[in-house]
């Protein structure tokens, strides 16, 4: 099973997946500053020319979230949980995530950090205005929910948690608004204690080559 990876945001969670449940996996790194995700041996794996992408036999799955779950499932792994109701429930913040709360802190992100990186000109004042109102809408519902819970579902860590927390690695270089989110920060906190999850990136890997 090769797992495909580069270390930014969206590889970072089924690496950290990986990791935590101890998968069999190969990790295979491909380099995005040298266009090798654009290489017809790489689009042949995830025609979409992004990172994550996972090939095991003839099963070929690209997007981060459906990779945790793959991983958690042929791992055994609870963070993936069995009772469907609770699939469900892992689903909802999963999608909620992706079009909303991380959807805007990789707004901010992009703007206060990634654009100055690549060379892709300054912060958009507008653009970082609309974000962080956002980004404070739906970091209320996170906090409100995270009330007397430990994990988005509650006692237990789930790839929900991984998924939601992309961007709270990059918090400092996004310049999130947490502050006044204070059950937020103790779950990031939570979050960041998880050895994988802050160190998800492979030591021994493979390249595309
Ligand atoms: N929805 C995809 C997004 C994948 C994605 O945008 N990956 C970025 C790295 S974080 C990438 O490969 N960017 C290179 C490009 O778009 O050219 C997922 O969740 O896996």
Same mark, same amino acid.
């Given at each position: 099973m090769k797992l495909y990876y580069s270390e930014? %945001?969206? %590889?970072r969670k089924p690496c950290a997946v990986a990791k935590h449940v101890n998968a069999p996996v190969e990790f295979v790194r491909v380099e995005l500053a040298k266009g090798e995700h654009k290489t017809p041996a790489y689009l042949a794996v995830n025609p979409n020319g992004k990172t994550p992408a996972l090939a095991d036999g003839d099963v070929h799955l690209w997007e981060a979230h459906a990779i945790m779950a793959y991983l958690a499932l042929k791992s055994g792994s609870d963070l993936w949980p069995d009772n469907p109701v609770l699939q469900i429930e892992v689903m909802k913040w999963l999608n909620w995530d992706t079009a909303h709360f991380s959807r805007h802190a990789g707004r901010l992100w992009f703007q206060r950090f990634l654009k100055g990186a690549i060379g892709a000109g300054d912060p958009d004042a507008a653009e970082i205005e609309e974000a962080t109102g956002f980004f404070k809408q739906f970091a209320g519902i996170l906090d409100d929910h995270l009330k007397g819970r430990d994990h988005i579902l509650g006692n237990r860590l789930t790839i929900a948690d991984f998924g939601v927390a992309t961007f709270i690695p990059l918090a400092d270089q996004a310049e999130l %608004?947490?502050? %006044?989110?204070a059950e937020l920060r103790r779950w990031a906190d939570g979050m960041m204690a998880i050895d994988a999850w802050r160190d998800p990136w492979p030591s021994e890997y493979s390249t595309l080559g």
């Open positions: 930014t %945001p969206n %590889p %608004p947490l502050e %006044p989110f």
